[in-house]
């Protein structure tokens, strides 16, 4: 591939819908090791393959079949099962097949074109999904089929995560629901509200703030968890290059993992196995990464090596800990729209059962 820093994979996410609009939500690794999110639509993969055609005519096999050396790019069929949603996700993997072959051989000419298209753009820096965006996420494979008769969400890939911080709420029951820092947490369903159905060990469900949970990290011999095991993740609306020793150089749109805050206008970060500084400015909330986290995809920069970073003092005072931003409570009728009835019974709820809290 041309140029210092180039995609070397993609993996597909999720399909993201917003009223009539489909994107196609991919993490896509760099070669500087650091990992973004990006959303597509398929128009945008059918001009990039008209360009690569149109400038790489030999490749194409535009002049002779026996040279085509670019790859196809196939549409789902109209008659897949799942309407309009299920043909989403049947592009979504086909179009990780292609852009998977794209970068699978690095002496093709069109690496330039492979990473403007996907470096990371306005959209894919924004904070939050518009609202009203509904995110899919595809099943790696087909579920083994249950006994007639029976409802069970044992089928649904279980997702462990850690909470942050303690918070109370209530149960999908009404009763108390309290976690502790580190507890363990099953994420059952996941809403783009941010409010997500998580169970504790007594096997309680409620909804959740995403916010408040994350990835559960190894922890080191000493029973102590690593630098940059905990914290809030964010996103780097731009590039930034270090001046200091004591700081971080990222580029766009990366991933970092934020340990401390402070009002004095830099924090104390985690990107690339290393920690250091960073200019709160250039950060802000990761809202489709934290979103999208979850087993299979690419590991963040903040989180791809084990080593210890060695920054050195900041020479301000201690910065503090600021609790993650709580979003807000969809209304009962938003989870319900989004909740089959299947699904309603599995939970063990009615068409009428209660949403999140």
Same mark, same amino acid.
């Given at each position: 591939?041309?140029? #210092?820093?180039?995609?070397?994979?993609?993996?597909a996410?999720?399909?993201?819908?917003?009223?009539?609009?489909?994107?196609?939500?991919?993490?896509?690794r760099?070669?500087?090791?650091? &990992?973004t999110?990006?959303?597509r639509?398929w128009?945008?993969?059918r001009?990039?393959?008209?360009?690569?055609?149109?400038?790489?005519?030999?490749?194409?096999?535009?002049?002779r079949?026996? &040279?085509?050396a670019?790859?196809?790019?196939?549409?789902?069929s109209?008659?897949?099962?799942?309407?309009?949603?299920?043909?989403?996700?049947?592009?979504?993997?086909?179009? =990780?097949?292609y852009?998977?072959?794209?970068?699978?051989?690095?002496?093709?000419?069109?690496?330039l074109?492979?990473?403007?298209?996907?470096?990371?753009?306005s959209?894919?820096?924004?904070?939050r999904?518009p609202?009203?965006?509904?995110?899919?996420?595809?099943?790696?494979? =087909?579920p083994?089929?249950s #006994?007639?008769g029976s409802?069970?969400?044992?089928?649904?890939?279980?997702l462990?995560?850690?909470?942050?911080?303690?918070?109370?709420t209530?149960?999908?029951?009404?009763?108390?629901f309290?976690v502790?820092?580190?507890?363990?947490?099953?994420?059952?369903?996941?809403h783009?509200s941010?409010?997500w159905l998580?169970?504790n060990e007594?096997?309680?469900?409620?909804?959740f703030?995403?916010p408040?949970?994350?990835?559960?990290m190894?922890?080191g011999?000493?029973?102590?968890q #690593?630098?940059g095991?905990?914290?809030?993740?964010?996103?780097?609306?731009r590039?930034?290059?270090?001046s200091q020793?004591?700081?971080?150089?990222?580029?766009?749109?990366?991933?970092?993992?934020?340990l401390?805050m402070s009002?004095?206008?830099?924090?104390?970060?985690?990107?690339?196995?290393?920690?250091?500084?960073?200019?709160?400015v250039?950060?802000? #909330?990761?809202?489709?990464?934290?979103?999208l986290?979850g087993?299979?995809?690419?590991?963040?920069?903040?989180?791809?090596?084990?080593?210890?970073g060695e920054?050195?003092?900041?020479?301000?005072?201690k910065?503090?800990?600021?609790?993650p931003?709580?979003p807000?409570?969809?209304l009962?009728?938003?989870?319900q729209?989004?909740?089959?009835?299947?699904?309603r019974?599995?939970?063990?709820?009615?068409?009428?059962g209660?949403?999140p809290?």
């Amino acid at each position: 591939m041309a140029g #210092p820093r180039h995609p070397v994979s993609v993996c597909a996410v999720a399909l993201v819908q917003t009223e009539g609009l489909q994107t196609f939500a991919f993490s896509v690794r760099w070669s500087d090791d650091s &990992n973004t999110f990006v959303r597509r639509t398929w128009d945008e993969f059918r001009r990039l393959h008209k360009t690569l055609k149109e400038t790489f005519p030999v490749e194409a096999g535009l002049l002779r079949r026996s &040279n085509r050396a670019l790859p196809k790019l196939p549409d789902a069929s109209l008659l897949v099962r799942g309407g309009r949603t299920g043909r989403g996700l049947a592009r979504l993997r086909l179009l =990780e097949t292609y852009a998977q072959t794209l970068l699978a051989d690095e002496c093709m000419p069109w690496g330039l074109a492979l990473t403007s298209f996907f470096w990371p753009q306005s959209q894919d820096l924004e904070p939050r999904l518009p609202p009203g965006s509904l995110v899919i996420l595809p099943v790696p494979e =087909e579920p083994p089929p249950s #006994p007639v008769g029976s409802l069970s969400i044992s089928s649904l890939e279980i997702l462990s995560l850690h909470c942050l911080q303690p918070f109370s709420t209530q149960d999908t029951q009404g009763r108390p629901f309290h976690v502790q820092a580190q507890e363990a947490l099953d994420v059952l369903l996941r809403h783009p509200s941010g409010w997500w159905l998580v169970e504790n060990e007594n096997q309680q469900m409620a909804w959740f703030p995403a916010p408040y949970l994350e990835m559960a990290m190894g922890r080191g011999q000493d029973g102590v968890q #690593p630098l940059g095991s905990s914290g809030s993740q964010f996103c780097a609306s731009r590039a930034y290059e270090g001046s200091q020793a004591d700081e971080l150089s990222v580029p766009a749109g990366a991933r970092v993992r934020v340990l401390e805050m402070s009002d004095r206008g830099w924090w104390l970060c985690r990107f690339g196995g290393r920690t250091g500084l960073l200019p709160s400015v250039l950060l802000q #909330p990761d809202g489709l990464g934290m979103l999208l986290s979850g087993p299979g995809l690419h590991c963040g920069a903040e989180g791809g090596e084990d080593r210890e970073g060695e920054a050195q003092s900041s020479p301000e005072p201690k910065a503090t800990t600021l609790p993650p931003t709580v979003p807000a409570r969809p209304l009962l009728s938003a989870i319900q729209s989004r909740c089959c009835a299947i699904t309603r019974r599995a939970l063990g709820q009615d068409p009428v059962g209660q949403g999140p809290p």
